[in-house]
């Protein structure tokens, strides 16, 4: 999904960057039990570390996304005579 996100927007190079790659199996191995994961405290730290850095890329984005549009978008539907939908 990241090649993707970079594809349409180079800024989302960042992320490649910081290796997010490495949190994903850390996640699996560590969130299901059938896997035996043993996570150092280093790569424990590290995986925060990215994580912050993540969390902190998808909010200037999401705020950059926003600037200018309304927080709430309401639509009022219109009626002609024959009380036909006309928008």
Known sequence: MLKKCVEIDSNFKELVELKVDKLYP???EVRYPEFTATVSEEETKEAIEIAEKVREF???KLVLGMRDKPLVSIVIPTY?????LVN
């Open 26 to 28: 850390k996640g699996i």
């Open 58 to 60: 998808v909010s200037r």
């Open 80 to 84: 002609n005579s024959e009380k036909t």
